[in-house]
């Protein structure tokens, strides 16, 4: 629990951010572009850094890196809280990254090492309870913070948190630590970082710039390309390092549950972003929800999970997680198509409960199991290693999530918007009608900013004209949501059907290794 209170802080300051986007433009003077950086310096810097902070916590001991990325974090959100401009704020956020990349591998490890196998699932759990309650949290806690105190208090709020678990962390974890020295691929760690943060670069802001030029003759596919490259390179030094303490110990893929929970990760990093990326912008700019009132529509989802969550963990360790694990996907897949199915230009937004309960569940059923299954068999002297490993999976599924259902959705809305305007048009007046129709027609760059009038620049015409314009983008943008959520769900459906290749099997409790030695003795 006290290991999962540095997940809580993270996910719930994620949230917290996202509500109070406006209040940071308002208050800092932010740009557009500024904002963006705000958001995705934290993302950046977060993946780019797991799989270097899981091998640092194997070698140097998981309760170690735990309290420096904790304090590190910690810190910087007072950071956050005192930037005066928006390059402070965007150094403080990145700072908070590295914080998060190194606490974040550390519980999965820590409960690899002190929980035997049979009793992972429901420890596993926990995570998924903290989880649901930081994302439930988040955006009414947010938006009390920010309308009563300000915008910096969604990052001070974060202090008294962090040094609590400081406290307890240092008190009640163990101190797992290797008997022997290790060493540190460094070259691994320059090629790793270098390509994971070329790749979640290029996608997270490649529709920015429209896949194309960043300045002079760099692109945005060169910088993917070279994020590729790199990574490609970095798989071949750690296939020569193998004998000589590698950042990934490919032991780790010769365990074909660990594989196979990495594409589960990707996959439901995928459909979380998949999902709620067009779910937010259809409660707000369609149903005309405040980020409070949408906030509060999801919020049985998460609390579902929640109560959930644990007694699905307890189920996986009694009957195993492989059937566990394939209930929960397809449920998860099959409540996303129900939701899609619901959402309507003039929905209610109590219309969706049945289905964010059925996705409250199908989440409880496979957080705990997929961790689970993923850990089961790893030996804990590179617990860390596969933590991180699986960890950044799950980013970079939500970061390629961000990119092709982002421009999935925008391209959809174009073909809708236009196809919309031609239609309601006829029952506009002659001298409105082709300019009615081009604005639409042009509103492919920012269909996902802009809603109804604001599209077009109708905000001085006549009310008839502004209310058939808003029209227009409510309709066009539920038929482009409709496709658009249809792939979410076929990835989560298609990771369903993988757990079929599931081995079960009855793991055996391990030490934390078997030289360790007293703490005396340690380098």
């Known amino acids: 629990m006290v290991l999962c209170l540095g997940l809580f802080m993270a996910l719930l300051d994620t949230t917290i951010v996202n509500v109070a986007?406006?209040?940071?433009?308002?208050?800092?003077?932010?740009?557009?572009?500024?904002?963006?950086?705000?958001?995705?310096?934290?993302?950046?810097?977060?993946?780019?850094?797991?799989?270097?902070s899981g091998r640092l916590g194997d070698i140097f001991g998981p309760k170690r890196?735990?309290?420096?990325?904790?304090?590190?974090?910690?810190?910087?959100?007072?950071?956050?809280?005192?930037?005066?401009?928006?390059?402070?704020?965007?150094?403080?956020?990145?700072?908070?990254?590295?914080?998060?990349?190194?606490?974040?591998?550390?519980?999965?490890?820590?409960?690899?090492?002190?929980?035997?196998?049979?009793?992972?699932?429901?420890?596993?759990?926990?995570?998924?309870?903290?989880?649901?309650?930081?994302?439930?949290?988040?955006?009414?806690?947010?938006?009390?913070?920010?309308?009563?105190?300000?915008?910096?208090?969604?990052?001070?709020?974060?202090?008294?948190?962090?040094?609590?678990?400081?406290?307890?962390?240092?008190?009640?974890?163990?101190?797992?630590?290797?008997?022997?020295?290790h060493r540190l691929d460094l070259m691994g760690v320059l090629l790793a970082t270098a390509g994971v943060l070329g790749i979640t670069f290029g996608l997270i802001e490649g529709e920015r710039y429209d896949w194309g030029e960043i300045f002079s003759f760099v692109t945005i596919p060169q910088i993917i390309g070279a994020g590729?490259?790199?990574?490609?390179g970095f798989l071949a030094t750690q296939y020569l390092r193998q004998d000589r303490e590698p950042?990934?110990?490919?032991?780790?893929?010769?365990?074909?549950?660990?594989?196979?929970?990495?594409?589960?990760?990707?996959?439901?990093?995928?459909?979380?972003?998949?999902?709620?990326?067009p779910l937010t912008i259809?409660?707000?700019?369609?149903?005309?929800l405040s980020a409070l009132e949408a906030g509060l529509t999801v919020l049985p989802q998460?609390?579902?999970?929640?109560?959930?969550?644990?007694?699905?963990?307890?189920?996986?360790?009694?009957?195993?997680?492989?059937?566990?694990?394939?209930?929960?996907?397809?449920?998860?897949?099959?409540?996303?198509?129900?939701?899609?199915?619901?959402?309507?230009?003039?929905?209610?937004?109590w219309s969706f409960l049945p289905a964010l309960i059925l996705m409250g569940v199908g989440m409880g059923f496979t957080w705990a199991p997929m961790y689970s299954l993923a850990m089961r068999d790893v030996e804990p002297r590179i617990a860390g290693a596969a933590a991180g490993v699986i960890e950044t999976i799950q980013e970079l599924g939500g970061v390629l999530a961000g990119a092709i259902v982002g421009a999935f959705l925008q391209n959809r809305l174009a073909v809708a918007l236009r196809e919309q305007a031609i239609e309601r048009a006829?029952?506009?007046?002659?001298q409105f009608r082709g300019r009615f129709v081009d604005g639409f027609s042009n509103a492919a760059e920012g269909g996902l900013e802009v809603g109804g009038s604001q599209a077009?620049?109708?905000?001085?015409?006549?009310?008839?004209?502004?209310?058939?314009?808003?029209?227009?983008?409510?309709?066009?943008?539920?038929?482009?949501?409709?496709?658009?959520?249809a792939i979410p769900s076929a990835i989560v459906l298609l990771a369903a059907i993988s757990t079929f290749a599931v081995e079960r099997r009855k793991g055996k409790a391990q030490p934390y290794e078997a030289e360790q030695q007293p703490e005396e003795a340690v380098a």
């Open 456 to 485: 077009w620049g109708g905000a001085h015409l006549p009310q008839q004209v502004q209310q058939l314009a808003q029209e227009v983008f409510e309709s066009s943008f539920v038929e482009a949501m409709h496709p658009t959520l």
């Open 21 to 52: 986007i406006p209040s940071i433009i308002e208050g800092i003077e932010a740009s557009f572009d500024e904002i963006l950086w705000v958001l995705n310096a934290y993302v950046l810097v977060f993946a780019a850094l797991l799989i270097t």
């Open 302 to 349: 998460a609390l579902v999970m929640m109560i959930v969550a644990g007694p699905a963990g307890s189920l996986a360790d009694r009957v195993g997680g492989k059937y566990v694990l394939l209930v929960g996907l397809s449920l998860f897949a099959a409540s996303i198509g129900y939701l899609d199915w619901t959402a309507q230009a003039d929905s209610e937004r």
């Open 282 to 288: 259809y409660l707000q700019s369609v149903l005309g």
């Open 228 to 232: 590729i490259l790199l990574m490609l």
């Open 65 to 181: 890196l735990f309290l420096a990325g904790m304090a590190l974090f910690t810190v910087a959100s007072g950071y956050c809280g005192l930037a005066q401009e928006p390059t402070h704020l965007i150094i403080a956020r990145a700072l908070q990254g590295v914080g998060g990349a190194m606490m974040s591998p550390q519980p999965m490890a820590i409960i690899t090492s002190i929980f035997p196998p049979e009793r992972r699932g429901a420890a596993f759990a926990i995570p998924g309870i903290l989880g649901g309650l930081a994302v439930a949290a988040g955006p009414i806690v947010g938006g009390l913070l920010i309308t009563n105190l300000g915008w910096p208090s969604i990052f001070y709020v974060n202090m008294p948190v962090g040094v609590a678990a400081l406290a307890l962390a240092a008190l009640v974890v163990p101190d797992l630590r290797p008997g022997r020295r």
């Open 426 to 430: 006829e029952g506009l007046p002659p």
């Open 247 to 277: 950042l990934i110990p490919f032991e780790l893929f010769k365990d074909r549950n660990y594989s196979l929970m990495n594409l589960v990760a990707a996959a439901m990093g995928f459909a979380m972003l998949g999902l709620f990326l």
